[in-house]
Each structure stands twice: as structure tokens, then as C-alpha cells.
């Protein structure tokens, strides 16, 4: 744990108006909602006729490129002021940001297991997503909200609540959906995009990855592992996985899902998704990972078995 001076939205917004020259940063694997909401908040600080970039993020998916692709910081700009969106930890920050780890002068995030690295944070753990937070934010700026703005934290929102379908969705975020949406956020088209298009690829991968799921502990937890190999026999590539991390927790009865995934060089990618009552966070954190109660990720450094293995043993104690 570092030190870090809390502020609210409204002293976010006077901390983000005294200052310029800003550079946005998001964590590795960028979901729509760190990077919708890091292009929202990017283009609000331009309109105040701030200088205002994201550090392009090399694990960005096809399907999220087009919603940041005109805010990318050209390669020798300088920042005065480091922003952290929508990450927890040092750790998880995206690969390319080592010059700036030492530097980060504001978080603003929504994670529980935030862990205080930044100078200045914003952090409101009640909100659905961090999108949420920068709505709330560049209202206190005093931004006029345009499409431009509004839909990129659609994307942030309806992300992080898998359509408004987590139990995580509260009246306030169908509220500012809805708000969203009045000032000309492309929800059908988002919608579409990201909720309602497979590849040929995809649907071929979702027999497998079904074919494969496995129950533990009197069917109340279901696993299923994606290897290298099935990524490769199927043609997915990790744009058409975005979603697969609620698969499992749909199952009836299951309380709590699990997918592991290969990396390309080594260890497994760890998603967990649970029901009220059982801690995704304090599962994930034993790896030194985290997130939200009910849905929380980590990497392990171990093959995909022993991956599942450890695991198992860490989701034993929630399940007592």
C-alpha cells in the first residue's frame, strides 16, 4: 500500500482544471470500460482546450481499437500529469507504461482491491464501472456530454455490467445509461458490436469450450480451461474471446465460474465470476490478483492444470 490523498468527483474535476499536458494509461488486457472510459475522459479534458492523450495500449482488441483510435499520444509527447484509469495495481498496468510507473499523479477507478499507488485517487467502489465515475466527473468539469463523449462510456458501462445483465447494475447505472443514450451514445450499434456478433471462429470455439466445462465440489463450481491449442484449432483469436468469462457462472446451479487461459508465453490467464455471497476478490487475491466481489481475475504461473488445481484449492474455504 502506498500513500494517497482521496478525492471526490468534485475535487477530481478541480484537480483536473488546475493542471494540463495529461496522458492516460489503462491495465494490460483493456476491457471496453477501462478503455471507454479513459477515451470519454479524454475527450471532455479537450474540450476544456486541454492537451490530453491515452498511451496506446498493445493488448487493445480489434473490437475496441475504433473507440480510441483518434486520442493515441504520438510517440514523443511529454505529460506533465499521469492518469490511471480503471487499474487496481502497479501490477496489472498496462506493458508499455514502465516510464511512468513512478509518476502516476491520479487513479481514478471502482475496484475494491485498488491499492493506493497513485498521488491522488478517485475511487468509488459502488459504481458499476469506472465509465460511471468519469460521467460523474466530467459533469463536476462542467462538460457539455456529446455523443463523442457519451459513447465511449457506454461502451465503459454496459462492458462492465455485461448488458446490464450483472447483478452489479444498479438503478444509478440505468440512470446514466439512460443519460447516455439522450445525448447521442450509438447504443444499438454498441450493442451489436460488442453482445450480439460472433465470428465463425467463435461459434466453432463455443462447442469446445461448452463440450469442456467441468463441475466441482457437488456441481456448485464449473471450470473450463482454454489451451493454446484450442485457440489455435478454432481460428479465435482474443477479440473473439472478450465475453467468455460469464459462460460458466450461467450453468444452473453453479456458484461459482472459473475460465483459464493460456497465455502466449507462459502461465494462465484467471477469470472468476460468483454469486452475492461468495468473494471473487478473495479468491483472486491469493494470486495476487483482485477486482469485485463477484468478479475478479489473476494470473498464475503455472500450466493450465495446475492452474485449475490451485484454484479449486483457493475457492474451497468460500464454499465452507
Not at 86 to 104: E, H, K, P, V, W
Not at 224 to 251: F, H, K, N, S, W
Not at 279 to 303: D, L, R, T
Request: proline share 3%.
Amino acid at each position: 500500500m502506498g500513500q494517497t490523498t482521496r478525492l471526490t468527483c468534485k475535487q477530481t474535476a478541480a484537480w483536473l482544471m488546475e493542471r494540463d499536458g495529461f496522458l492516460l494509461l489503462t491495465h494490460r488486457r483493456p476491457d471496453g470500460d477501462a478503455l471507454g472510459a479513459a477515451a470519454g475522459l479524454c475527450v471532455a479534458l479537450r474540450k476544456l482546450g486541454k492537451t490530453a492523450y491515452l498511451l496506446e495500449n498493445p493488448d487493445t482488441t480489434e473490437r475496441y481499437k475504433g473507440y480510441v483510435a483518434d486520442y493515441l499520444a504520438p510517440a514523443d509527447y511529454q505529460p506533465q500529469a499521469v492518469i490511471a484509469v480503471d487499474t487496481a495495481s502497479c501490477g496489472i498496468m498496462q506493458t508499455n507504461a514502465g516510464l511512468y510507473l513512478d509518476q502516476i499523479d491520479l487513479a481514478i477507478d471502482h475496484h475494491t482491491s485498488y491499492t493506493d499507488y497513485a498521488a491522488y485517487t478517485c475511487l468509488d467502489a459502488d459504481k458499476a464501472a469506472c465509465g460511471e465515475v468519469v460521467y460523474e466527473v466530467i459533469l463536476a468539469l462542467g462538460v457539455e456530454v456529446t455523443a463523442e463523449i457519451a459513447t465511449p462510456l457506454y461502451v465503459a458501462i454496459t462492458t462492465d455490467t455485461g448488458c446490464f445483465q450483472y447483478a452489479n447494475t444498479t438503478a444509478d447505472t440505468l440512470c446514466v445509461a439512460s443519460a447516455l443514450v439522450r445525448a447521442g451514445a450509438e447504443h444499438w450499434a454498441v450493442n451489436k458490436a460488442l453482445f450480439r456478433t460472433k465470428s465463425r471462429a467463435r461459434v466453432a470455439f463455443d462447442g469446445a469450450f461448452l463440450a469442456g466445462l467441468r463441475y466441482h465440489y457437488n456441481d456448485r463450481v464449473a471450470v473450463a480451461v482454454v489451451t493454446r491449442t484450442m485457440m489455435a484449432e478454432t481460428g479465435v483469436t482474443e477479440d473473439d474471446l472478450d465475453d467468455i468469462a460469464a459462460i460458466p457462472g450461467q450453468v444452473e446451479g453453479v456458484l461459482v465460474g472459473i475460465v483459464v487461459k493460456e497465455l502466449p508465453a507462459e502461465g494462465c490467464k484467471v477469470s472468476v465470476r460468483t454469486v452475492s455471497g461468495i468473494s471473487a476478490n478473495q479468491i483472486c487475491k491469493q494470486f495476487g490478483g483482485g477486482g469485485h466481489p463477484m468478479a475478479a481475475g489473476c494470473e498464475v504461473q503455472q500450466p493450465p492444470e495446475e492452474t485449475v488445481a490451485l484454484l479449486l484449492q483457493a475457492c474451497e474455504e468460500q464454499l465452507i
